[in-house]
T-cell receptor, first 115, second 113 residues
Framework: DAGVIQSPRHEVTEMGQEVTLRCKPISGHNSLFWYRQTMMRGLELLIYFNNNVPIDDSGMPEDRFSAKMPNASFSTLKIQPSEPRDSAVYFC?????????????FGDGTRLSIL | AQSVTQLDSQVPVFEEAPVELRCNYSSSVSVYLFWYVQYPNQGLQLLLKYLSGSTLVKGINGFEAEFNKSQTSFHLRKPSVHISDTAEYFCAVNSGGYQKVTFGTGTKLQVIP
């Protein structure tokens, strides 16, 4: 079975540029999560979707970050304009159900470097 | 509110020796508990989970964890580690609701040949 697919795996860009990260969840999963992982702050939940609807975006750092889920098989996380402090590994995860008993399945992440 | 504390940021252990990675949680309601493993340049993978029932939970790769409600702990153990177990391990808690899982800060297990 295909797992969660993220693209690109690596992204290097200059400060001020727009960055778009992509995620394809596991087919049939109805919950999708975006996380950011850094040495300093560990793993942070940015936003959570259920049935394509954003449920909790309280972890989104600021207005420069936006996330969309236009359908059940695709989500994007966009940073505009990007800043060096956005450098991190961004993970997408998906799971089935709403009750919290199902584990999350993670993609391999996008390593983002903002110069 | 829920929280997770992983007391050790790094744990070195010799190959074939036993290991215990500690996890304590805080929650005012019943919890679901998870251990995930992250290998270099990969995402997190589920090792095991506790939902209810038996307090001793067995997972993949020979790992097990014991849920202790009185001590609010969920320590991860393996009787004999292998080089391939070198990775970072995350404890996580969920108090139900819409699945906002809280992850610990991670413990890096380094297996020494």
């Amino acid at each position: 079975d295909a797992g969660v697919i993220q693209s690109p795996r690596h992204e290097v860009t200059e400060m001020g540029q727009e960055v778009t990260l992509r995620c394809k969840p596991i087919s049939g999963h109805n919950s999708l999560f975006w996380y950011r992982q850094t040495m300093m702050r560990g793993l942070e939940l940015l936003i959570y979707f259920n049935n394509n609807v954003p449920i909790d975006d309280s972890g989104m750092p600021e207005d420069r970050f936006s996330a969309k889920m236009p359908n059940a098989s695709f989500s994007t996380l966009k940073i505009q304009p990007s800043e060096p402090r956005d450098s991190a590994v961004y993970f997408c995860a998906s799971s089935l159900g709403e009750t919290g008993v199902q584990p999350q399945h993670f993609g391999d992440g996008t390593r983002l470097s903002i110069l | 509110a829920q929280s997770v504390t992983q007391l050790d940021s790094q744990v070195p252990v010799f190959e074939e020796a036993p290991v215990e990675l500690r996890c304590n949680y805080s929650s005012s309601v019943s919890v679901y508990l998870f251990w995930y493993v992250q290998y270099p340049n990969q995402g997190l993978q589920l090792l095991l989970k506790y939902l209810s029932g038996s307090t001793l939970v067995k997972g993949i790769n020979g790992f097990e964890a014991e849920f202790n409600k009185s001590q609010t702990s969920f320590h991860l153990r393996k009787p004999s580690v292998h080089i391939s177990d070198t990775a970072e391990y995350f404890c996580a808690v969920n108090s139900g609701g819409y699945q906002k899982v809280t992850f610990g800060t991670g413990t890096k297990l380094q297996v020494i040949p």
